[in-house]
Nanobody
């Protein structure tokens, strides 16, 4: 059974950092792509970043490029999202998701509807 467990959220001041973790079980990262998404109150879920262990490719939303870094540790079957220079607008519930399908291009890589498996969210709150 594919399972994803997101953790690492919290309250941080603007300019601070957090590292989110997504622990995967029931599959290996080599066979799936992992994406990070977020949803702020009253807003649609949006893609933040994606990684493929198959070829090491990564994608980022423009809003986080240069501030967030996605990485994976295949030995631990865990994907991380290092978030630096956090802004109040980064406040949201963050989710990790997985899918076997591999798409090239930011548009497809960060589409929530193209992911079948979702973990529970972890709250990130950035105070100004």
């Amino acid at each position: 059974e594919v399972q994803l467990q997101a953790s690492g959220g919290g309250l941080v001041q603007a300019g601070g950092s957090l590292r989110l973790s997504c622990a995967a079980s029931g599959f290996t990262l080599d066979d799936y792509v992992i994406g990070w998404f977020r949803q702020a109150p009253g807003k649609a879920r949006e893609g933040v970043s994606r990684i493929s262990s198959r070829d090491g490719s990564t994608y980022y939303a423009d809003s986080v490029k240069g501030r967030f870094t996605i990485s994976s540790d295949n030995a631990k079957n865990t994907v991380y999202l290092q978030m630096n220079s956090l802004k109040p607008e980064d406040t949201a519930v963050y989710y990790c998701a997985a899918d076997r399908r591999y798409y090239r291009g930011t548009y497809y890589a960060l589409r929530p509807d193209l992911y079948n498996y979702w973990g529970q969210g972890t709250q990130v709150t950035v105070s100004s």
